[in-house]
């Protein structure tokens, strides 16, 4: 029985370059669509069939070749997922406000709760109802037993007597 040909020797290992470098960078462009990326890919492969050329047979040579490259690019694939995850969260948990805008931000909603809370327990109802509940007048009616007149009434004394303690420029 012949002895099988050694990957090891610069001889087979070129033969092998040659007949398999062309077919597989092709094979690795068609899946990724960038030349470069393909030919990094196989020449990556072809160094790493250099280095483990004593484990590998000359028969099973090509489907190492083929199988590697495949594995490669699919690796490269889910790490440009990764990256591409860790740059959206990166963005997703960016704060584009100042440090100062926020301190403000925080300091109207406590003088807002505080005003709402100082507001009469009839003109709260109407007021938190049609703001934070969404409700229209009539639902507000209705939910009351007044009229829709009614809850205006309450609902425009509500925003004046907001618009006093907050100043008149705010939007309520």
């Known amino acids: 029985m012949p002895q099988e040909p050694s990957v090891c020797e610069e001889k087979n290992y070129n033969e092998l370059f040659h007949k398999y470098y062309e077919q597989v960078t092709k094979y690795i462009y068609y899946k990724c669509g960038d030349l470069q990326q393909a030919e990094d890919i196989v020449q990556n492969i072809f160094v790493k069939l250099w280095q483990l050329c004593a484990?590998?047979?000359?028969?099973?040579?090509?489907?190492?070749?083929?199988?590697?490259?495949?594995?490669s690019f699919l690796n490269e694939i889910?790490?440009?997922k990764v990256v591409l995850r860790h740059q959206q969260d990166v963005i997703a948990n960016t704060d584009y406000e100042s440090p100062d805008f926020l301190i403000e931000v925080n300091e109207f909603?406590?003088?807002?709760?505080?005003?709402?809370?100082?507001?009469?327990?009839?003109?709260?109802?109407?007021?938190?109802?049609?703001?934070?509940?969404?409700?229209?007048?009539?639902?507000?009616?209705?939910?009351?037993?007044?009229?829709?007149?009614?809850?205006?009434?309450?609902?425009?004394?509500?925003?004046?007597?907001?618009?006093?303690?907050?100043?008149?420029?705010?939007?309520?």
Request: proline content about 0%; aromatic content about 6%.
């Open 55 to 71: 484990t590998i047979s000359f028969s099973k040579a090509k489907s190492y070749i083929y199988r590697a490259c495949n594995n």
């Open 109 to 172: 909603r406590t003088k807002l709760k505080d005003a709402i809370n100082e507001l009469s327990v009839k003109e709260r109802e109407v007021f938190l109802l049609s703001r934070v509940e969404q409700k229209t007048y009539r639902e507000i009616a209705e939910i009351t037993g007044l009229t829709v007149k009614a809850i205006e009434r309450r609902m425009s004394k509500a925003l004046k007597e907001l618009r006093e303690v907050l100043g008149k420029d705010i939007k309520i």
């Open 78 to 80: 889910k790490h440009q």
